[in-house]
């Protein structure tokens, strides 16, 4: 089976850095885009960030630009997030998410793309 697996979600305090991995158990998504998504309670899920097949392009919403860092290794099928300076209303679970392209994982069907389970980042103030 294909499948996306997020690790890295804790409980920290405001200010503090969490770093979020997906791995991917094909060797397929080695020629995908990848992103990172999230959904608080109450709300829509919600870009967060994507970086192209080649690692040569990057796009992030504006609410985590100079705070959260994707990057890949394409070797090893994993994903990451850096995501420093956090703040409370980054709370939410985190999904990884692979698409045919940067495009696609921004305008295309979400229903589409292979999605991880998730993994939860708690915020405290």
């Known amino acids: 089976q294909v499948q996306l697996v997020e690790s890295g979600g804790g409980l920290v305090q405001a200010g503090d850095s969490l770093r979020l991995s997906c791995a991917a158990s094909a060797r397929t998504f080695s020629s995908y885009a990848m992103g990172w998504f999230r959904q608080a309670p109450g709300k829509e899920r919600a870009f967060v960030a994507a970086?192209?097949?080649?690692?040569?392009?990057?796009n992030y919403a504006d609410s985590v630009k100079d705070r959260f860092t994707i990057s890949r290794d394409r070797a090893k099928n994993t994903v990451y997030l850096q995501m420093n300076s956090l703040k409370p209303e980054d709370t939410a679970v985190y999904y990884c998410?692979?698409?045919?392209?940067?495009?696609?994982?921004?305008?295309?069907?979400?229903?589409?793309?292979?999605w991880g389970q998730g993994t939860q980042v708690t915020v405290s103030s």
């Open positions: 970086i192209s097949w080649n690692a040569l392009s990057t």
């Open positions: 998410a692979a698409d045919l392209s940067l495009r696609s994982l921004r305008v295309g069907e979400p229903s589409s793309r292979y």
